[in-house]
């Protein structure tokens, strides 16, 4: 082979490298998404599946559901902490000597050495739940004792609807949007809603500082970007956004956008993020 030859082959294999690396790039893009049966399967009154496996770091991810008349206990393991996302509808929860009635778009948290709960769903009713079972680092549990005392809660509970509205640069006027779990109660977690009627859009971003999940909430029909890809993110269904990839949501017109965003931070450091959210002034309001 003469040398102009072996040149050309150089070259076409250094192409096809770059392009291999190039679509290899774009596929570790994928959004991964999935939907969630909401039906309780014929003559069971218990349904459980688990749902992006290994796709958070150290933290397990079930739906649940109980179909009334039914009492069921949950026990919560040592060195996690738990965190119950209710879809649809009604119940309670009885952690210790608290009980919780249970809506809609709410959120429980038992902490402070609670080791397990009780759910009651009564007859007529079919209760869907998220479990988030987290393992906590040493650091996360120096983290916990240092938060200030009014965090640390027996059973921590919230109405999306009741939480503290934000605004932030990346969201028109017209979106909604609610701190769900603010910082310091739960380390290196937060959560909270993003809401509005189309057309909207949340503007692209990143942050290769946290793995974000979204989750479909009532009537959410919206269209989520990351890179190159995108898909449709329908009411009761949970995605994983890539790592450090520019993401942004559209929801067309008639439609609406009503989602739970929840940030998973790499570090403690990460969370300086949420300072890019604005606690709306109350007198605007």
């Given at each position: 082979m003469n040398n102009s030859h072996f040149f050309k082959s150089i070259v076409i294999f250094a192409c096809i490298t770059i392009g291999l690396i190039g679509l290899s790039c774009t596929n570790s893009q994928e959004i991964v998404i999935q939907n969630l049966q909401m039906k309780i399967p014929?003559?069971?009154?218990?349904?459980?599946?688990?749902?992006?496996?290994?796709?958070?770091?150290?933290?397990k991810i079930d739906h649940k559901a109980y179909l009334g008349p039914i009492e069921q206990t949950?026990?919560?393991?040592?060195?996690?902490?738990?965190?119950?996302?209710?879809?649809?509808?009604?119940?309670?929860?009885?952690?210790?000597?608290?009980?919780?009635?249970?809506?809609?778009?709410?959120?429980?948290?038992?902490?402070?050495?609670?080791n397990s709960v009780k759910f009651k769903v009564d007859k007529g009713q079919a209760l869907h739940f998220?479990?988030?079972?987290?393992?906590?680092?040493?650091?996360?549990?120096?983290?916990?004792?240092?938060?200030?005392?009014?965090?640390?809660?027996?059973?921590?509970?919230?109405?999306?609807?009741?939480?503290?509205?934000?605004?932030?640069?990346?969201?028109?006027?017209n979106t909604t949007s609610r701190t769900v779990l603010p910082a310091d109660i739960v380390p290196r977690v937060s959560l909270g809603t993003v809401e509005a009627m189309g057309p909207d859009e949340v503007g692209a971003h990143k942050h290769p500082m946290l793995d974000q999940l979204f989750l479909g909430l009532t009537n959410n029909d919206i269209t989520v970007f990351a890179d190159n890809n995108s898909v449709q993110l329908k009411e009761f269904a949970l995605l994983?956004?890539?790592?450090?990839?520019?993401?942004?949501?559209?929801?067309?017109?008639?439609?609406?956008?009503?989602?739970?965003?929840?940030?998973?931070?790499?570090?403690?450091?990460?969370?300086?993020?949420?300072?890019?959210?604005?606690?709306?002034?109350?007198?605007?309001?």
């Open positions: 014929d003559g069971a009154q218990f349904f459980s599946e688990e749902l992006l496996k290994g796709e958070i770091a150290e933290t949950i026990n919560l393991t040592k060195d996690h902490i738990n965190m119950f996302i209710f879809l649809s509808g009604k119940g309670t929860i009885q952690a210790d000597t608290i009980t919780q009635s249970l809506s809609p778009e709410s959120i429980a948290i038992p902490m402070n050495g609670i998220i479990q988030f079972t987290k393992k906590l680092s040493e650091e996360d549990k120096k983290d916990l004792k240092s938060f200030p005392e009014e965090n640390k809660h027996q059973l921590f509970f919230t109405r999306f609807i009741d939480c503290e509205p934000y605004t932030e640069k990346i969201k028109s006027p994983h956004i890539p790592l450090g990839s520019s993401h942004w949501v559209k929801v067309e017109e008639n439609k609406k956008m009503n989602y739970l965003w929840m940030d998973f931070f790499l570090t403690r450091e990460g969370q300086e993020w949420l300072k890019t959210h604005k606690p709306m002034n109350s007198d605007k309001k």
